[in-house]
């Protein structure tokens, strides 16, 4: 079993930022896949970014040059810097972890972007 646990959403303007971070603790394989996906109200969950564990990443198109994902892989941790957010970025965003183990998600954090 792997456990994630989310922090760094809340409420934020037009044009601000956050950092969202996820910290994996249990049965931790050392390859594997973690990533960030959303989920607006009405909406499908949709991916976000994803980074391997050899640092290789992978965007969706629409935070391409104002989201980065890294992480720290002695913390097991992964970071999301969200930059120059737009009303349209509002919605629970997950972390997702992915391994030869198994696929596991956290709890969600709520990310809202609002004058």
């Known amino acids: 079993q792997v456990q994630l646990v989310e922090s760094g959403g809340g409420l934020v303007q037009p044009g601000g930022s956050l950092r969202l971070s996820c910290a994996a603790s249990g049965s931790i394989f050392s390859i594997n896949v973690m990533g960030w996906y959303r989920q607006a109200p009405g909406k499908q969950r949709e991916l976000v970014a994803t980074?391997?564990?050899?640092?290789?990443?992978n965007y969706a198109d629409f935070v391409k040059g104002r989201f980065t994902i890294s992480r720290d892989n002695a913390k097991n941790t992964v970071y999301l810097q969200m930059n120059s957010l737009k009303p349209e970025d509002t919605a629970v965003y997950y972390c997702?972890?992915?391994?030869?183990?198994?696929?596991?998600w956290g709890q969600g954090t709520q990310v809202t972007v609002s004058s």
């Open positions: 997702n972890y992915r391994s030869r183990t198994g696929d596991y």
């Open positions: 980074i391997a564990s050899g640092s290789s990443t």
